[in-house]
């Protein structure tokens, strides 16, 4: 997409308290976010920066700063989120802790302000206004369109849930203590001015949100102002802390945040209990008793070289095998991404278009949605996931309601009717693997069974005949 020249910094762990600002030459203005593939979606996002120098030099590694001074830019970021949006948004019926929190750092502590039940705008009002508080609203892509088809597409370009919260902050005042993240953080500033101080993290790729005190974490690395347009990147663990100046009316901007829990560690905790469970029914080894009383020894010195030897003997068994099945956490972004931006009146999917004839060219429609998978014990069978949320009753394809995205709910265990429809033909791979197919060249027997399996992926929405 065009570009233009802009500036960005290097926040590396060498650099000074004031950002060094390069200035990037380049030809044109990047004025709105590409949504033609999830590739440029994120390529917009980060220009001018390129994709391979981003996962080279800074992803998970320091953090980057990229002011553009931009007008357009500024002016498509300020139509994301605005502190004006909270009134009609009242309107609609928001809910302390639920939709939105109120709060102030009170000498190093987070200090919530909230009501109980549901938020009056004109209390809300006041408590920005006199108490100076700062407003963190959850995942507005519940209500904001051109939200939701950024994380959405983002979603699918890292394989990982993305969430959002919009801090809004009256000048003069700061919401949050100094803390770091479980999570990379990608920051848009939306409306006016932040400024932002960022410190050397004491936990590297932390796993969890912790708030550091000012004595411990000592000067800031690094000091610098966000304007409307601007984009900030950090690692998790990055301790970070920001306020809005005074002078500048208030300050809004949106954090999108991706990678919670979703290391290796994580990957390990999530696939080793079935690389354990298949090991075991071929290696004998792994299925002899534990020693007598191992459960109540206290030295168990000798049992750790056991146990040692049978890592090792599941690292030779992984090796070998085809594929490490990850379970919940493939569940958890199956379920719980995004779907597709349909527009607001889409809340149904059925089969429209042209009816897929032997004649016809079809391809996988919502192909970054769909999930395939190898059955075991069936070499030859691979299951399409239907795009995500999609739930089949008499009514058709029903997408699940976006609303709940990230929100959390009292029960998060995925009742019968919520679990990912799997639908099972063994030439899918053909149609996966090419952008477009024709009917006839299905890798099946007869032209009236190719028809068929072009008709059954087409009643279920999987894919579209061109």
């Given at each position: 997409?065009?570009?233009?020249?802009?500036?960005?910094?290097?926040?590396?762990?060498?650099?000074?308290?004031?950002?060094?600002?390069?200035?990037?030459?380049?030809?044109?203005?990047?004025?709105?976010?590409?949504?033609?593939?999830?590739?440029?979606?994120?390529?917009?996002?980060?220009?001018?920066?390129?994709?391979?120098?981003?996962?080279?030099?800074?992803?998970?590694?320091?953090?980057?700063?990229?002011?553009?001074?931009?007008?357009?830019?500024?002016?498509?970021?300020?139509?994301?989120?605005?502190?004006?949006?909270?009134?009609?948004?009242?309107?609609?019926?928001?809910?302390?802790?639920?939709?939105?929190?109120?709060?102030?750092?009170?000498?190093?502590?987070?200090?919530?302000?909230?009501?109980?039940?549901?938020?009056?705008?004109?209390?809300?009002?006041?408590?920005?206004?006199?108490?100076?508080?700062?407003?963190?609203?959850?995942?507005?892509?519940?209500?904001?369109?051109?939200?939701?088809?950024?994380?959405?597409?983002?979603?699918?370009?890292?394989?990982?849930?993305?969430?959002?919260?919009?801090?809004?902050?009256?000048?003069?005042?700061?919401?949050?203590?100094?803390?770091?993240?479980?999570?990379?953080?990608?920051?848009?500033?939306?409306?006016?001015?932040?400024?932002?101080?960022?410190?050397?993290?004491?936990?590297?790729?932390?796993?969890?949100?912790?708030?550091?005190?000012?004595?411990?974490?000592?000067?800031?690395?690094?000091?610098?102002?966000?304007?409307?347009?601007?984009?900030?990147?950090?690692?998790?663990?990055?301790?970070?802390?920001?306020?809005?100046?005074?002078?500048?009316?208030?300050?809004?901007?949106?954090?999108?945040?991706?990678?919670?829990?979703?290391?290796?560690?994580?990957?390990?905790?999530?696939?080793?209990?079935?690389?354990?469970?298949?090991?075991?029914?071929?290696?004998?080894?792994?299925?002899?008793?534990?020693?007598?009383?191992?459960?109540?020894?206290?030295?168990?010195?000798?049992?750790?070289?056991?146990?040692?030897?049978?890592?090792?003997?599941?690292?030779?068994?992984?090796?070998?095998?085809?594929?490490?099945?990850?379970?919940?956490?493939?569940?958890?972004?199956?379920?719980?991404?995004?779907?597709?931006?349909?527009?607001?009146?889409?809340?149904?999917?059925?089969?429209?278009?042209?009816?897929?004839?032997?004649?016809?060219?079809?391809?996988?429609?919502?192909?970054?949605?769909?999930?395939?998978?190898?059955?075991?014990?069936?070499?030859?069978?691979?299951?399409?996931?239907?795009?995500?949320?999609?739930?089949?009753?008499?009514?058709?394809?029903?997408?699940?309601?976006?609303?709940?995205?990230?929100?959390g709910t009292e029960d998060d265990t995925a009742s019968e009717e919520g679990?990912?429809?799997?639908?099972?033909?063994?030439?899918?791979?053909?149609?996966?693997?090419?952008?477009?197919?024709?009917?006839?060249?299905?890798?099946?027997?007869?032209?009236?069974?190719?028809?068929?399996?072009?008709?059954?992926?087409?009643?279920?929405?999987?894919?579209?005949?061109?």
């Amino acid at each position: 997409m065009p570009k233009k020249g802009g500036k960005h910094a290097d926040v590396g762990k060498d650099g000074p308290a004031h950002c060094k600002r390069a200035k990037v030459e380049a030809a044109c203005s990047p004025s709105v976010m590409s949504f033609e593939n999830p590739d440029s979606l994120f390529e917009s996002l980060i220009s001018p920066i390129k994709q391979e120098v981003f996962f080279g030099e800074y992803w998970e590694q320091k953090p980057l700063l990229i002011q553009r001074n931009d007008p357009l830019l500024s002016t498509y970021y300020q139509s994301l989120f605005q502190l004006s949006d909270l009134k009609e948004l009242c309107g609609r019926g928001l809910y302390y802790g639920r939709d939105l929190n109120i709060c102030r750092c009170v000498n190093g502590k987070k200090k919530v302000l909230n009501k109980e039940g549901k938020v009056n705008y004109m209390q809300l009002k006041k408590d920005f206004d006199q108490k100076k508080a700062t407003i963190q609203f959850h995942q507005p892509q519940r209500f904001k369109e051109e939200l939701w088809k950024i994380q959405e597409k983002l979603e699918c370009y890292f394989g990982s849930l993305v969430g959002s919260n919009v801090y809004m902050t009256p000048q003069g005042s700061q919401g949050l203590p100094p803390h770091y993240d479980d999570v990379e953080v990608f920051i848009l500033q939306l409306e006016g001015e932040k400024h932002w101080r960022l410190y050397k993290p004491t936990v590297h790729l932390a796993r969890e949100y912790n708030v550091e005190s000012e004595d411990r974490i000592g000067n800031p690395t690094h000091e610098f102002i966000l304007k409307p347009g601007d984009l900030l990147y950090f690692p998790r663990g990055t301790i970070h802390q920001a306020d809005t100046p005074p002078g500048i009316s208030y300050s809004t901007h949106v954090t999108i945040s991706t990678y919670q829990n979703n290391s290796w560690g994580d990957f390990l905790l999530d696939a080793i209990p079935g690389l354990v469970f298949d090991t075991a029914k071929e290696d004998v080894a792994l299925r002899t008793s534990i020693p007598r009383k191992l459960l109540m020894q206290v030295d168990v010195a000798d049992s750790m070289k056991k146990l040692g030897s049978l890592l090792r003997r599941l690292a030779d068994h992984l090796e070998n095998t085809r594929e490490l099945r990850s379970s919940d956490m493939k569940k958890d972004f199956i379920m719980n991404r995004l779907p597709p931006c349909l527009g607001c009146d889409s809340d149904t999917l059925t089969p429209g278009g042209k009816y897929p004839k032997i004649d016809s060219k079809i391809r996988l429609q919502f192909r970054d949605h769909a999930i395939i998978t190898v059955e075991p014990d069936q070499e030859n069978s691979v299951s399409t996931m239907k795009p995500s949320l999609l739930c089949l009753g008499w009514g058709g394809v029903r997408w699940g309601a976006q609303e709940t995205h990230m929100m959390g709910t009292e029960d998060d265990t995925a009742s019968e009717e919520g679990t990912p429809q799997v639908c099972s033909h063994n030439h899918t791979p053909q149609i996966w693997c090419s952008s477009t197919v024709n009917v006839k060249e299905l890798n099946l027997a007869s032209d009236e069974e190719k028809e068929n399996l072009a008709l059954s992926l087409w009643t279920e929405c999987l894919v579209e005949v061109i």
